[in-house]
């Protein structure tokens, strides 16, 4: 059965930094992707970051170079790097996956493309 635990949101001010962590179980020797999106009360849930199942990163153009995605592949572990956080960033940040077939270098944006989320870690950025 496929697992994903969220960790690491908090409070942080304008400015500063945050790293959330996803742990992975259930996956076995499948190749995946995966991915980090945000929604904020009242909003869409919405893409921020994700890694194709050959290793491949891309991010949404407000995070680009701020956030950083990467994965202990050892530890079965995807994390988040958020620096230079804004008010803007607040949101509720969930970890997705999904199976992939073979290793590619598809990068998945949408959340319907995702098979598995995890439960969610709050980020807040005050002024």
């Known amino acids: 059965q496929v697992q994903l635990v969220e960790s690491g949101g908090g409070l942080a001010q304008t400015g500063g930094s945050l790293r959330l962590s996803c742990v992975a179980s259930?996956?076995?020797?499948?190749?995946?992707?995966m991915g980090w999106f945000r929604q904020a009360p009242g909003t869409a849930r919405d893409w921020v970051a994700a890694m194709s199942s050959g290793g491949r990163t891309d991010y949404e153009d407000s995070v680009k170079g701020r956030f950083t995605i990467s994965k202990d592949s050892a530890k079965n572990i995807l994390y988040l790097q958020m620096n230079s956080l804004k008010p803007d960033d607040t949101a509720m940040y969930y970890c997705?996956?999904?199976?992939?077939?073979?290793?590619?270098?598809?990068?998945?944006?949408?959340?319907?493309?995702?098979?598995?989320w995890g439960q969610g870690t709050q980020v807040t950025v005050s002024l």
């Open positions: 997705a996956a999904r199976v992939a077939s073979r290793v590619s270098a598809t990068i998945f944006r949408s959340s319907s493309s995702y098979e598995y």
């Open positions: 259930g996956f076995t020797e499948s190749p995946y992707s």
